[in-house]
């Protein structure tokens, strides 16, 4: 992921701070929190937990109705309560941790189970940035999964490498056989393909395209049908194939990626436009002392009016 900016951070912040999250399993595994590390601290004591979900107001947690936790957190006047979040940097063994204080405003039955209970627990100081980029950059990619899904990555070298993509080959499982294919781009929702074959034996198909990442490292899995197929220009042996992405299917972490790379292109746009129109302005202001210059010299030598234009462009 990208090094996210001072104003990147209070952008999810001001932008995202009451969109929740909910930890399912692949959430847990695409943010790498480390969940047997996430706990609960009221009056010098911690107990372990379960995260339900955040946002960067609140959080909900899972405790057992029964347990000293449940009672120290909830009680009447109960002191200060800080919840303690666990990421794993990378895929690596190591971590980085840290609690934000909070208070609880409220508690409730989890699911049917009589013996746990849904703890909110509101944030009393605004969380470190390491949480806010994490959950920020997921809601957002979450969001621009919507707004921008028709948006196409085409699969230059440049490309790939900001994407992190290292080869430009893969392997697409069409139909359960797997078959080679190259990238041609990706977006969002779909990717075009060129492989092998007669267009009317794969279009309709459904598929699994394969896509692998090195930053971080992860082979990510992406279900799909191919909704469009024809000869490659010139070819009768290989097809240009258009998939469309099961959206229900799109896996987190794909998501983040494509949307780090068009967050990326779209401030590196916006840096280079102010560059541009300043070389613009300069170049103008060159030009008007120039021609003011070529004027006053004229002007000195006693050039007539009807040659000044000559002088102006230096004849």
Excluded at 115 to 142: C, H, M, S, W
Excluded at 159 to 164: E, F, I, K, S
Aim: net charge positive; with cysteine; glycine share 4%.
């Amino acid at each position: 992921m990208a090094i996210a900016t001072n104003q990147q951070i209070t952008n999810y912040y001001d932008s995202y701070s009451d969109k929740e999250v909910i930890f399912s399993r692949e959430i847990l595994h695409t943010l790498r929190v480390a969940p047997r590390e996430i706990y609960i601290k009221c009056g010098g004591n911690q107990w372990p937990c379960i995260i339900n979900s955040t946002s960067l107001l609140a959080a909900k947690i899972i405790l057992d109705k029964t347990g000293s936790a449940f009672t120290a957190i909830t009680q009447k006047n109960a002191p200060p309560v800080s919840l303690r979040f666990c990421f794993f940097i990378d895929k690596g063994s190591e971590t980085m941790s840290f609690f934000i204080t909070g208070k609880v405003t409220n508690t409730a039955q989890y699911a049917d189970s009589k013996d746990l209970a849904v703890v909110t627990l509101t944030y009393t100081q605004r969380p470190p940035d390491d949480f806010i980029v994490k959950i920020g950059a997921l809601i957002e990619a979450n969001i621009n999964f919507i707004k921008r899904r028709e948006e196409r990555i085409v699969m230059t070298s440049e490309a790939r490498y900001r994407l992190g993509i290292e080869k430009e080959d893969t392997i697409i499982y069409v139909q359960n056989v797997p078959r080679k294919c190259i990238l041609r781009d990706l977006s969002f929702s779909g990717a075009k393909i060129v492989l092998l074959g007669v267009p009317k034996f794969v279009s309709g198909k459904e598929t699994v395209l394969r896509i692998i990442f090195d930053d971080p490292p992860e082979t990510l899995d992406i279900r799909g049908s191919i909704i469009h197929a024809d000869f490659a220009e010139g070819r009768q042996d290989i097809v240009t194939a258009s998939i469309k992405f099961d959206e229900e299917a799109v896996p987190a972490a794909y998501k983040l990626h494509i949307n780090d790379y068009l967050t990326m292109t779209k401030k590196n746009l916006l840096d280079t436009s102010p560059k541009t129109q300043s070389a613009a302005t300069q170049t103008l202001e060159q030009a008007a002392a120039a021609m003011k210059a070529r004027l006053a010299a004229a002007a000195r030598s006693g050039t007539s009016v009807q040659n000044i234009s000559n002088a102006i462009s230096g004849k």
